[in-house]
């Protein structure tokens, strides 16, 4: 679809997310419009007034992004006209982005003196908590609140780190999608809502952006990786400036990877802004539901696949990079079978939506069946696996992707225990990637993905390898690490990755808000609690790191930014929703027994007989 056909979707009055911009953009196409910045790409604008500074400015001060929105009460944005002079704006947002000074010194004293836990041991009564928790909060949401990203005078993200000290920013100033979930879910359960509304309105603009890299357009419904805002002089008048939305789907970002999870995440949250709000007026607005349409189609068109796994390219969601995770991995099947449920959900039913519903079921149902069956590992399948038969030609075969048992690699016999288990992180014909992906796992778990049975497993499978997965910083992001030949060949000697750090056997503190959510799920909160209380001992201290390094999580990550904004809300909302459980499902969702049923009939159902033309699948159009 043409970048004009977009606006035409969307009419700019629909745009507004905070209270008294919608009036004022209704007839103001001159200050939010699109205009080309380059042949190939556009970007939103927003001209910048006087007025924005100074609204910003205040807002900057008093940590608090309720007031914009209150401020522009009855103000005319209509009128605006552009008088601010460039660096007025960029003080401006270079001011919302100042980190604080810290913990006290007298509290960073008392928790340098307790010793590291081991092997996670710590008592749930330990003192530092009772002592520091509340501070390490407050530090953690004043951190928060100075991310937070400006446009137009409202809120609308957090950037994804913000350290002071880092020599080099790459893209860590922007707001990446994905990085503001957590962001986001930490400011619904505070009660504060205009940032995610903002966030989810403004983002679904960036999805129609016309996006083009090496004359190539990737489908209509990818949203962005990140974007940021810039202030860029304006057309014609050097001496004003105006504010600039501008995405990144993939076409700059470093190894230009694909943001697959973006559109995903972006479903999940809009379901969660609607479940704590009770506000469903976003949802069901035409340009909302045009946009989570518009990512289905993107999902489930049709394709050369055999499997009913979502195929993507290596390094297309949180690990972004090379890991050997192109194919089928199991965090974007996680996603993309829990942003189906909350889509489900949200549909509003309508004549032109019978065939997108049906096939996202029919999805649904495959999509579970696949996963349960073929993902799902512990020691009595390693032992099938082991025992396998192969080069089986025929509709029945046992080991259907053609698994060599050879595959089963060392450090897997010895680590699988007795009891628990996990899903793969990978399935395609005659490999299994048998590396535990713990965001995979742990999504599975929230989204009902993973069976009851098997969620409970999961989170025996942690508390079991505590010790590898935990150790002295919560998560693990994948166990083990690839080392070696293997290392060099299937990340192409990345020294960013090298064993143990960053993506490759890193330990990301993010995680704990994933954990947190799964076992609240399953009713064991106090293994959250337990990687939380650990967590509280050294994250602060550190100054909120992306990523440890290390078998144990010991170091602060060798190229880890300082201040990131992802481990700060991650901890918030871990601490958050352990003071509230039942907040925990604006984002679960429970067994489907519709699907229950679904998935019984196929395990019983023999393969010859649904062969033969498909009547229940039809194309559907969005
Ligand atoms: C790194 C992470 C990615 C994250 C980005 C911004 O590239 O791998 O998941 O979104 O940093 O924090």
Redesign the pocket.
């Known amino acids: 679809m043409a970048a004009s056909e977009t606006v035409l979707r969307v009419p700019l009055g629909s745009l507004s997310p905070s209270c008294n911009l919608a009036s004022s953009f209704v007839n103001s196409a001159h200050i939010l419009s699109f205009k080309p910045v380059s042949r190939t790409k556009r970007s939103l604008r927003c001209t910048n007034s006087d007025e924005f500074s100074r609204v910003s400015k205040t807002v900057a001060r008093g940590n608090s992004f309720h007031t914009p929105n209150c401020a522009l009460k009855g103000k005319k944005l209509v009128s605006t006209i552009c008088k601010c002079q460039k660096h007025d704006v960029e003080e401006n947002i270079r001011s919302t982005l100042l980190p604080s000074e810290g913990l006290s010194s007298e509290l960073k004293s008392d928790l340098d003196e307790k010793p590291l836990p081991v092997n996670g041991s710590l008592s749930s009564n330990g003192n530092v908590q009772s002592v520091g928790s509340k501070s390490i909060e407050d530090e953690a949401w004043d951190l928060l609140r100075q991310s937070v990203v400006f446009y137009c005078g409202s809120p609308i993200g957090t950037i ?2 913000n350290d002071p000290n880092s020599t080099s920013v790459l ?2 100033d922007q707001v ?1 999608i ?2 503001f979930i957590p962001s986001g879910i930490a400011f619904l359960l505070k009660g504060e809502y205009d940032i995610v509304r903002n966030f989810i309105l403004y983002t679904l603009q960036l999805q129609s952006w016309e996006k083009t890299m090496d004359c190539h357009s990737p489908g209509q419904g990818l949203m962005p ?2 974007f940021k805002v810039k202030v860029v002089p304006l057309d014609g008048d050097d001496s004003m400036t105006e504010e600039v939305l501008d995405p990144d789907f993939g076409e700059a970002a470093i190894g230009r990877v694909a943001p697959v999870d973006s559109g995903l995440w972006w479903i999940i949250l809009l379901r969660a802004y609607g479940k704590c709000t009770g506000d469903l007026s976003v949802q069901e607005r035409v340009d909302v539901q045009t946009g989570i349409k518009m990512i289905l189609k993107l999902c489930l068109a049709d394709g050369f696949d055999m499997f009913p796994t979502l195929l993507v390219t290596d390094g297309s ?5 090379r890991m050997g995770i192109h194919g089928h991995p199991l965090e974007i099947q996680a996603l993309f079978y829990s942003a189906l449920v909350c889509a489900r959900e949200m549909l509003t039913p309508e004549d032109g939506s019978t065939d997108l519903i049906r096939a996202l079921n029919n999805r649904l149902v495959a999509l579970n069946f696949h996963i349960r069956e073929y993902y799902w590992l512990d020691l009595k399948k390693i032992n099938e696996i082991y025992r396998y038969q192969t080069e089986e030609y025929s509709y029945d075969a046992v080991n259907k992707f053609n698994i060599y048992p050879d595959q089963i690699p060392s450090w897997l016999v010895d680590f699988m225990p007795n009891r628990g288990g996990y899903l793969i992180g990978n399935l395609q014909p005659a490999h299994m990637d048998f590396r535990f992906f713990s965001l995979g796992n742990l999504w599975s778990i929230v989204s009902s993905l993973a069976s009851n049975e098997q969620s409970h497993a999961i989170l025996d499978f942690v508390e079991a390898k505590w010790a590898e997965l935990v150790a002295d910083m919560p998560f693990k992001i994948c166990y083990p690490a690839l080392e070696g030949e293997e290392w060099r060949i299937i990340t192409g000697s990345d020294p960013k990755n090298t064993p143990w750090s960053y ?1 490759n056997g890193g330990a990301w503190p993010t995680l704990l808000w994933q954990l947190t959510v799964a076992s609240i799920k399953m009713g064991r909160p106090e293994i959250a609690e337990k990687a939380v209380e650990l967590a509280e001992r050294r994250i602060s201290i550190d100054k909120w790191p ?1 990523y440890y390094d290390t078998k144990r999580a010991r170091f602060i990550g060798k190229q880890a ?1 300082l201040y ?1 904004t ?1 481990s700060i809300a991650g901890y918030l909302v871990a601490k958050l929703l352990l003071a509230n459980p039942a907040a925990a499902k604006f984002l679960t969702s429970e067994e489907d027994s519709d699907l229950t049923d679904a998935f019984s009939c196929m395990i019983s159902a023999n393969p010859r007989r649904t062969r033969g033309r498909k009547k229940s699948q039809q194309p559907f159009i969005v």
Do not use: G, L, T
Request: net charge neutral.
């Open positions: 994804a780190a893209n860590y990446f994905r990085d990786a990140s969601c949180m690990i972004d990079r993506h992306e930014r990131q992802w």
